[in-house]
């Protein structure tokens, strides 16, 4: 099975229950509060370990952050690339509402103080027929997707967060896009809520479906695209038109935080293990359900044991 590399984040996130998303102007008083280990590269490597796959995690810390650290190795994740810097921590603020939905404002922290001298100690041993995973938060990210191209890592991708940095990054070196709705919109040029999760009765049955992953077919004709569109499920398409799409669960979310991150590793997982599209995105897909289904981040993302059934 070959093994991956996660070069991504490490946050602490720290999680307001509250009635509703505050409003400008507006002070309030949260249900309850809670810290938890988070960041979508801390998370994603945590979804690969209990899914079995060899995966090696590197990034950046502060002094703050070893008790996380010591948390992803405890998940069979290998750590030993993981630095730590002069600044804290990387910090997320986790607003949950009700419906179990998220917002939420980054602090970089440490995941910004990865240089490019980290990024060539981080790829340092790793080549043909290794895995590499990315996301959108982390510096010097243009660098290390260029390095890993030219060592000839299989490169995985999910741009998250969508925001102005996605415009710099070579993506063209992507071998396999996995992205949701607002990742989509941004990457396609189309609008985000072309292909949204209300009003899709049948999973990648959509003609919004089919223009985003058209628009995104042309931008990047060569590469896997694995659209996750909520609760309308998820539809893969390979460089050769092959499309194969598989519903949501319907469960009742209490914090739908890390969703994302757990279909991302259980999905890569499974396809390391040479699992199809589709039995990959099954996996991916019951993994998340339980993921919403407990309040946190990492601590949420369910052990492939815990999918039997
Ligand atoms: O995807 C969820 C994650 O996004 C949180 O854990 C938070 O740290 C942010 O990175």
């Known amino acids: 099975m070959p093994r991956i590399l996660n070069i991504g984040s490490i946050n602490l996130d720290e999680v307001f229950s509250v009635p509703h ?71 997320a603020l986790i607003q949950v509402d009700e419906q179990g939905q998220n917002c939420i404002i980054l602090f970089g922290g440490a995941n910004r103080a990865i240089t490019r001298e980290d990024v060539d100690s981080f790829l340092d041993g790793w080549g043909k027929g290794d895995a590499v995973l990315f996301q959108n938060e982390i510096a010097s990210l243009s660098y290390a997707m260029e390095e890993a191209r030219k060592k000839g890592l299989r490169i995985y991708f999910n741009p998250s967060p969508a925001d102005e940095l996605l415009a710099d990054l070579p993506l ?59 609760a309308s499920g998820a539809s893969h398409e390979n460089p050769d038109g092959t499309r194969v799409s598989v519903p949501a669960r ?52 369910p052990f492939r044991t815990e999918l039997a059934g």
């Open 172 to 230: 063209d070196a992507v071998d396999c896009f996995i992205l949701n709705e607002v990742e989509g919109a941004m990457l396609s040029g189309l609008e985000a809520g072309s292909a949204g999760s209300a009003g899709l009765s049948a999973p990648g049955a959509s003609a919004e479906v089919d223009a985003m992953l058209a628009a995104l077919r042309r931008r990047f004709p060569g590469a896997e695209l694995l659209l996750t569109l909520g």
């Open 250 to 301: 319907r469960v009742k979310a209490v914090d739908t935080t890390a969703a994302g991150d757990t279909f991302t590793g259980y999905f890569i997982a499974a396809r390391l293990r040479g699992e199809s599209p589709q039995a990959a995105m099954e996996e991916a897909t019951a993994a998340a359900a339980i993921c919403v289904q407990k309040p946190g981040a990492a601590a949420s993302i």
């Open 21 to 91: 998303f505050i409003r400008p102007g507006e002070t309030m008083t949260c249900r309850s509060y809670e810290r938890f280990v988070g960041g979508k590269g801390n998370n994603q490597s945590t979804a690969l370990g209990r899914a079995g796959a060899e995966i090696h995690h590197a990034g950046k810390i502060g002094q703050d952050g070893h008790f996380a650290v010591e948390l992803l190795a405890k998940n069979g994740v290998d750590t030993s690339r993981v630095r730590t810097a002069e600044v804290p921590t990387g910090r």
